[in-house]
Structures are given as structure tokens and as C-alpha cells.
């Protein structure tokens, strides 16, 4: 190995990836930032400091070997960094996109105390999305047992719980309400940021894990948990059906025509293509549309809007950019794009037309004032401040309550606020059934949810009597291609046996 | 919930049952038109007819590019493993569907049962009132109530008397029947309502009424109805997206407070029920339901021999 970096040696400058112009891609859909060359991500594996203590795994919360992947890039041995990734995580190419990285992995990044800090993201995904292009599957020998298990729920809690049972050698079926697989990364991220493709590589590969898929499947209505473990055979089941449930203010004006959840527009948009005139669902977005919020959510749906030709995206939020819990790139992405922010202003009226169409809000400016017992400074209304604006759609980004159809139709123990109670291996109330992703936690993040969905497999299995041991590498045969993008890779087609 | 042997032995189980369902789409097994306009599709989805119970609905996609549309469960069949749907053609998916919809093809995709089931409770006596479309939603309710011992006083409105159609499944469940047609071509000459006012002065202890039809229909008979404190249950239609509680686009106004229809409904209290912004609401989409239809017109011109355009 090369001699020890340190912060002088590496190079000083984080590598930016190719981004589209910001005036041409708010008119598209296209991914807004591309991939990492080779040589780019050969170049940014150079900042990495390979610190004996890193902070970057504590602070992710599937402790992805970061420093151990980075080093195989390295070394340009990119299948062994995708081994490196899978084993802690199924979705790099995901995560690597849509995780909140400033606050989880880079943020505590040591070069990032007096440079940027290392783009581990820009970096997992680079590696993912070589996995894809390349075909790369982690498919372990699995020795099948009797064991069946229901995953209720698409979405990235329910992928993962799905793959780590798969991998145990239990038949696994998931169970989806729409008519395809992803949760919200399929309805709710649009494609400039997450493109279908990869939701869809990912999907197959759990597909050839043996994990099948039933869509169309609204469980509790179509058949109950109770059903699921009882007449229809199932071992254990895990719920992951996400938070869903859309928040509206409660202001006046709430229920005007063209008032409209960011859920049900990025729906509409992502999922029922809209936008796109060879599908029938309608999506009417005005000139001026006003987005209340400032989450990714908020982001997302703001972004889309521009996107679909109107004039004025404006973003209402009633603290700072500061606070804003968005990722840092999505609020700086939308900046660029021309989304104009009213940081400090709260909604309180949504005026409409004698027809019931929303013709503008009525809002007021807040201020921070004395820091709470938390020491967050909270946001409070100046007095004499309203004003009014003209708009003529009105999107809500303001989170998210429970879904309440497991609730309504299955006896597992609830918490006041309607999500599902869970110990501390995700198990229910109900004996054989486990919970995770956003219908536990509220809405929060794609690899927490992902990180649910592994700590319930584990719970799970142990339930099961299934020994936890680590995945098992079957050898591929070596293909005629043995080289990806020019670099051989033959003598990469190891077995890869680790035992736990 | 006790639906005793309904689902198969372990072994063949639900997966099959839906597997096999999926890979050919979900297949029409019937179809039988009740007027140029009005329509029934029976579906085969065994899962589904063992779930289904009155006041539920289902999510269809007609084909892949299709929209999400949200039906009522008219009727389903255990024993055949069928439900059926009975479908009015007002707009550019429905109308394709009575164009496009055969026995031997299928749907893309159906979902449900959604909704919470319809409370077919203690009441001794109750009306069932559909209008128009509004009859085949309120059928499985009207039965459900007849099997728990109700005396289940039965009204169905049409426009004319060519419109009537499932006269014979009411007469089949109701103790009675009253028929409201708006011409006086039937039964009695106007709106469903004026059969409420005979049905409550023939039958002063009726404990429940159960009205579905078009939002002004359901608001005249919760009217009707409120002087005499008779519990009125209403199902509501705005438009959907998800059916899952996901989007808030069925959102609708019961009791001042926010409720979505597809969770939290769709039967709600008519005397609750904020119609006029149900009716609003509907309204959302009416300029690109036209220009949609209209394109799809223009297309049927273009595309379709003239005999078959406009189907049925
Ligand atoms: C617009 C938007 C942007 C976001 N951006 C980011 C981001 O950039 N980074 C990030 O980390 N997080 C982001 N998030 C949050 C993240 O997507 C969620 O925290 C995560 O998807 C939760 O995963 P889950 O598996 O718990 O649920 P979901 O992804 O919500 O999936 C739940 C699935 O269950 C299905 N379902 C529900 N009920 C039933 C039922 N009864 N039967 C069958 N199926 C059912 C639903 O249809 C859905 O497909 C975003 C969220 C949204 C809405
Ligand atoms: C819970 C529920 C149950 C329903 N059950 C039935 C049923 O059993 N049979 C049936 O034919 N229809 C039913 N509907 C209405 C049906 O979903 C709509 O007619 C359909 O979506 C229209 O689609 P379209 O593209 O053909 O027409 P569009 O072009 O969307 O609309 C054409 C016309 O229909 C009206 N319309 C649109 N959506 C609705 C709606 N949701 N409710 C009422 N009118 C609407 C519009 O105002 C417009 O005038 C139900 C709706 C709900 C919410
Ligand atoms: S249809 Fe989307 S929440 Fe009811």
C-alpha cells in the first residue's frame, strides 16, 4: 500500500460529477446529476483518510464499511466494493442517490473539518450503478427451509426485510397495494432523482432471490394479518406499509379546488405519468403554485411543478433554511432551478373564486424567538405581517399521519398516534408479526426504513429458530466478458464464503 | 372475522390464487349492458368475492396507461369467485371500458375490497334508496340487511323506465319495493325522495336509511330524512387516486372535519356530509375530463368502424 495520506496529501478538492444546467433540466425529467466516471471516483476514493476509527460507519445507520468499500475503489476492484456494500446494505444505488448524507455518513467525516468532506455518497452510488449497468448480483447458495414469510408493503422496509429472509432460505412473498413495487421510491421521488430503472434492477434483484411479488393486494381488506398467519399458511409476517395519510393545515380554504397533497401530486406525476400524454391521468398544475413546506417531500414536489411549465414555484416554510429538513443538495438543486423561497412565512388563509379554485394565500411572516428547553428557537408570528399573494395551486408538504388500514383491520397494539407498537426486535403485539419503515417511526428516512426492514429479519429468524449466520457466496461461472469498462475482472469471480 | 373455510387448505393458498389471477389479468367472465350507457362487468378474483363485503369498492386500471378508478362492489358471488361491477359511462375511461371491456379479455389491474365496510346494524326496519347508477351500490347492502332479519323496505329511482335495471334482485331481498321513475313511466312519478315520504308515513319506526346516488340525490334524501331523526347513511364518490389513504385527493368535509373518503368511508352520516363541497370537489378535473374525452372521441372517429364506435 501506498504511504499514509493525510489531510495534506489528498487531493483538496471534492470531485463534482457532471450536473445537468440548471435552466435546461427544470424542463426535463432527466437524472439532474450524473454518475461518477471511473476516474472521478478513483480520484475521490483518494481523499478518503481510512481513519482507524471511522465516524462515517457510526454515522450510518446500517454502518455500511465505508472506509473498506472507498478502499476497493481504490484499488479499482469495484465488484469487491459492491460485496463490501451489500453486505450491509441491498439499495446502494438508492441510497447512495436519496440518503440525507450530510447528516449520516459525511457529516461526521474527519476531512470534512477543514475540506469537504469525502462524497460518500457520489461514491456508493457509483458502484451501485456499475452493479446495475453490469449485472452484478450478490445471489447467495440458499439452502431453502419451510418457512413462509408475508412482507406487507413494497417499499424500501419491506425490500430489505424481504432479501435478508430470502437469503435465509424462507419463501417470501410481498404484498403490494398498487399495481407496482417500491413504495414511495416508485410514487413518491421523482425520476430526476431516482430513476425508475434503477427501482426496477433493484426490484429484480430481489426477483431472483426467489422473492415474489403480488401487487394489486390491499392486505386487511383483501385478507387480514390474522388470515396471513393463520388459514393461508404464514410463518411470520412484516408490516411495512409506510406512513402515507397526508397532513392538510386546518387553515380555511383547505378543501379548495387545486389544493392538493404533495403525495397525490407526485403520484399522479411519477407513478400514473401525467405528465405524459400517452397516459390518461389528469394533473391540471396553475402558472403560479405555492408549496408549503420545506422537506424533501416539499422539494420534490416544487421541482416537479417547474418542471411541468409553471411560471412560479413558490416555497412557504414557516422557519429557516436552516432548519429546513430537506437533503442539502435538494434545497440547493432547487434554488438553482428558480424556486423562489419565502423562508419565515406561515400560511393562515388559502382564499378562493366563487367557482372553489384557490386564487391565492394569505400569509404572515414569522421571526425566531426564545430558544424552547431544547434550544431550538421556534418560529412566532409578527404581528401585522399578513400579506396575501396570488396563486392559483396550492400543494401541502406538511408530513404525514399513520395509515390507518392495518390499524383498522388487524388487533395489533397501536401507539396514540396510530403507528404500530413495537419491541425492541421490531415484534408486535401479535405473536409472528413484524414492524418497521415509516408505519413505526412516522415518516423518516429510505435507509432507516431499510434498516427497520434488516433488524425485523433478524428478530424474525430468531423467532423462526433460523441461525443468523452471514450470507454465503455461490461461485459464478466466469463469463466471456470479463472485463467491466475495460478492466479485467476475472480473477475478481471469488467465492466469497463468510460465516458468521 | 368470521369468514369460516373461506380461503383454501395450506398448499394452494392465496398466492396461487392470486398468481394465477395476475398473470392473465383479472378476466371478465360476463358482461351484460343495461342501456347505452349503463353496463356490468362480473370479474373473476376469488379473494376478492370471499372478502367483499356491502359498501365496499375496488380501484381499476383498464389497461396499463389507464387511470385509477374507483368502482363499487355491486355484487359478488363465494361460490363462483366472482364480483361485479356495474359501471355508467360518463368520461373517457369508462366509456373505453364499455367500448373495450368483452367477456374473455381482462383488467389490468383491480384492487380492493377498499373501504370500510358498510355497519349493517341492529336496525329492525330500514330503506335502502339508489338513484340512477346509485341502485346496483346499494343492492349488497339492502341483502346484507334482509340476512340479519331487517324488514328492508327497498326504493329505487330511474329517469325513465327504460333505465331500470336489477328490479327483480331488490324484489328478491325487499320486504318492499317502491320504483321512482322521474317520468312516471314507473312506479311512482318522481324523485327518490317522494318515495321516502311514503315509505316513513306507511312506516313511522324505520331506524335506518341507507342512500346512494349522485351527491344532490344523497343530499335531498339526508333532507328528507333529517325532520324525522332517522339515521341516514350516505356513500360518497370524489375523486380517487390511490384508495389507500395515501393522497388526501377523496378528501371531504363530515362534521366540519376533514375525513378521505377512501379510509375513513366512503358511507358516512348524510346529515353530517358537506355536499356542497363534495360537488365542488368533483368539479376539480371537469376541463380535463372534457379535452380527454374529446381527444378520445376524435381518436374512436378516427380508428373505429362507425358501427361499433359507442359500443354497447
Ligand atoms: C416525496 C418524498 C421524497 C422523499 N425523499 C427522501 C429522500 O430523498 N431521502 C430519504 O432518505 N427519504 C426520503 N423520503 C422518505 C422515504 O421515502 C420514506 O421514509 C421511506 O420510503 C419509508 O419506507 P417504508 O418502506 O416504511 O414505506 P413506503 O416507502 O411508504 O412503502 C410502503 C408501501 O406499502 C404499501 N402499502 C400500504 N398499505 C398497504 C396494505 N394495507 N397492503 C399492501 N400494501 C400496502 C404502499 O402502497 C407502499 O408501496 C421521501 C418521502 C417522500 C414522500
Ligand atoms: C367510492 C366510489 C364508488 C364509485 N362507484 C361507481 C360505480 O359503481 N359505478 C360507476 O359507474 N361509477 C362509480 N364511481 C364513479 C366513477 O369512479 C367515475 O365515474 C369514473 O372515475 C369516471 O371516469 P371517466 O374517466 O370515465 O370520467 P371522467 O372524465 O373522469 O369524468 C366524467 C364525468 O364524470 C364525473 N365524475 C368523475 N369522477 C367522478 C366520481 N368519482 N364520482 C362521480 N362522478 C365523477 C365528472 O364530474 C364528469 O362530469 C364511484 C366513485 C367512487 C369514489
Ligand atoms: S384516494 Fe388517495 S387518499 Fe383516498
Redesign the interface.
Known sequence: MAKKRTIRTIPQERTRPHEQDPVERAKNFSEVTCVFSIEDAVRESERCLFCPDPKCVEGCPVGIDIPGFIRKIGEKDFRGAYDVITDANLLASVCGRVCPQETQCEGPCPVGENLEPVAIGRLERFVGDMAIQERWTNIPYVEPNRYRVGIIGSGPAGMACAADMAKAGCEV?VFE???VPGGVLR?GIPDFRLPNEVIDAEIDNLRALGV?F?????VG????I??MIG???FDAVFVGT?A???R?M?IPG??L??V??A??LL??CNM??ARDS?????L?LGRRVAVIGAGNTAMDAMRVCMRLGSEHVYCIYRRTKAESPARVEEVHHAEEEGIEFHWLTNPIEILGDA??NVRGMRCIRMELGEPDESGRRGPVPVAGSEFEFEADTVV?AIGTHA???IG?TAKLKLSSRGYIEVDENLATSMAGVFAGGDIVTGAATVIEAMGAGRKAARGMKAWLGIRDTDTVYQPEPVGGEATILGIGIAEKNFVRVHLG | ?GRNG??EA??T???TM??TS?DSGYGIVTREDFSDVTFLLEIRHP??AQ?AQPG?FVIV?SHA????IPLTIADFDRGKGTITLVIQAVG??TREMQQLCRIGTSL???????G?PSHVGGARKVTCVGGGLGVAPVFPQARAFKEAGAYVIGIIGFRTRALVFWEDKFRSCCDELIVCTDDGSMGVKGPVTEGIKRAIAAHPDIGEVVAIGPPLMMKACAEATRPHKINTMVSLNPVM?????????C?V?VGGQ?K?AC??GPDFDGHQVDFE?LT??L???A???KS?LDRWSESCRMTTPPEEAGGG
Do not use: W
Request: aromatic share 8%.
Open positions: 412473498t397495494a398498487f399495481h410514487y415474489r403480488e401487487c394489486n393486494t390491499l381488506r383483501l385478507f387480514t390474522e388470515q388459514e393461508m399458511g409506510g402515507g395519510y397526508p392538510f386546518g383547505d378543501s379546488n387545486n392538493l397533497s403525495n397525490e403520484t399522479r400514473m405519468r400517452s397516459h390518461d391521468t389528469p391540471p367557482e372553489g401541502i395509515n390507518p388500514i383498522q | 372475522m373461506s380461503l395450506p398448499g393458498r392465496a398466492s392470486l398468481g395476475k379473494l376478492m372478502a365496499q386500471m396507461e389507464g387511470e385509477r373517457k375511461t389490468f389491474a383491480l384492487v380492493g375490497p377498499m370500510v387516486v390511490d384508495g389507500t389513504g395515501m393522497c388526501g385527493g378528501r368535509r376533514i378521505f379510509v375513513d363541497d365542488t370537489r368539479r376539480r378535473f376541463t380535463e375530463e380527454a
